[in-house]
């Protein structure tokens, strides 16, 4: 095996690390960053995020509310519910855990958080603010992908980047993301003649589709950069996207699954909050010295 | 010479003509479609758009108020004003004329104009939307090149698009359009090591960069598509950014400067329009109807 495999749980200690500095500190302004998790029904995979979450969010010192509403609660009711939690100045951050009912169409929810208290970078203003180069909360899974490539030693501008899966909330934000830092960034999906023609014509490549073993050694360039952000559940393992054994042989680094980019990923998610928190601390200083 | 001209003008004739029938469905249910464009301080080049705009605007029946406001207004009027706008139900678009002053950041107007009525889809939250396939009132210029290159008798699923230019209102939604639509899509820019490569495994070719003379016949596959947006002005005349000669050797088809793109982008803006008013209708019915 030649790649350096990439410590995502490192590179999310150090960021948690921040996030608990800041959240100390705005704590002691009379600002705790506070998140609310939103789950509709009883869904054991939801849960475990949860749980996951807010034990991370404890130990950096952001408050974590997790409210559950039953299975028969109607859009209406939902989108009521983030209305008041956007009004409400003592919540921060707002999460929409999946999966949701057939019936609560999840682009409706996520319009209807406020875009200063998006914490997972889902309201269309904040994609479109990324694709405007003004980064502020952006999409957790998609940051953590990019912020994973910036800890290595390889010059991003310019650099011939492929992403394989084109979904709104992880592919695309990793293109423009990409973009936005001078990558010339190719978007492959399902519909791609050749994937290997342009992967392996890369020299980082970012995999989001959801296929194990879709992304194979000889479909990389040697030294290759390999950040995988799939997450499949094989014979009770859980494995990327990529036939890990084959990559590593030919990658220059690779993020391993699990203990890559999901860590990272929760680590961003926090310091969302704190990022909120502050812009909403600014926002209501702006509006109360106006007001004066 | 190879390539077939595409005539833009002809296409936009045929565009023009559905939003003219729209237009009268509209006015006839009490919802003529009505145009701000807001320009500020005396510039020649705006007001050569707006002439244009106006006199496109009126032949296919939508209403078009020009208004000129001077140099030193600034930003917190300016955004004043916007605010009377989006209030008002007699205004169904608002359109920010540029050039603008030094002192009036463009994006500060574009987050001030209501998503409902962004007809240049400018607004964050359209590019995000835009992202999200959700696609209602788009970047115009962006969504014209595309409109071109579906009259195209290609198929665009898998089809490999290169966009040589990444700006945030015309590379990049090109970009998303296109992926929307199943293209597989590389963005090329100024920090792009070897944009020939890229072009040249390329079937369609958009280019939006701002350079005569960029895209040489030498850097595409034959037979491909090529899409000019750029409009420079060399020793008097009105070109793209393709050198045209070279380019019409060897593509398959070509927009010409002037006569492409420029004459399709102002039939989106009206085609915009025409949405615009009827989701305000709507929203406005559902309004009451919510009150009865």
């Not at 100390?24 to 998790?37: M, T």
Request: aromatic share 4%; charged share 15%; hydrophobic share 50%.
């Amino acid at each position: 095996m030649t790649a350096t495999v990439i410590d995502g749980r490192a590179i999310a200690a150090r960021m948690t690390a921040e996030v608990a500095q800041e959240a100390a500190a705005l704590a002691q302004a009379g600002w705790e960053p506070r998140l609310v998790s939103i789950s509709v029904g009883d869904v054991a995979a939801a849960e475990l995020y949860v749980r996951n979450q807010r034990r991370q969010a404890e130990a950096a010192g952001v408050a974590f509310e997790a409210r559950n509403y039953p299975e028969t609660i109607s859009l209406e009711q939902l989108t009521g519910v983030l209305a008041g939690l956007n009004a409400d100045p003592r919540v921060n951050g707002i999460i929409i855990q999946r999966p949701l009912p057939a019936h609560i169409p999840v682009k409706a929810l996520q319009k209807a958080v406020h875009p200063l208290k998006d914490v997972e970078g889902m309201h269309p203003a904040s994609i479109g603010n990324i694709v405007y180069n003004d980064l502020a909360l952006g999409p957790c899974t998609a940051v953590a992908a990019v912020e994973i490539l910036k800890t290595l030693p390889l010059k991003v501008e310019g650099l011939d980047v492929c992403v394989i899966g084109h979904s709104e909330i992880v592919g695309k934000p990793i293109a423009f993301l990409m973009m936005g830092l001078g990558a010339t960034v190719t978007v492959c999906h399902h519909m791609t003649r050749q994937v290997a023609v342009h992967s392996r014509a890369a020299d980082a490549v970012f995999v989001a589709v959801g296929k194990p073993g879709l992304v194979t050694g000889n479909m990389l360039k040697p030294g290759a950069a390999l950040i995988d952000i799939g997450i499949n559940r094989v014979e009770g393992r859980t494995v990327g996207d990529a036939d890990y054994d084959s990559c590593a042989e030919v990658a220059g680094w690779i993020t391993p699954v699990p203990g890559g980019v999901g860590p990272v990923t929760v680590a961003v998610l926090l310091k969302n909050a704190v990022l909120a928190t502050r812009m909403q601390r600014d926002h209501y200083s702006a509006a109360f010295a106006a007001a004066v």
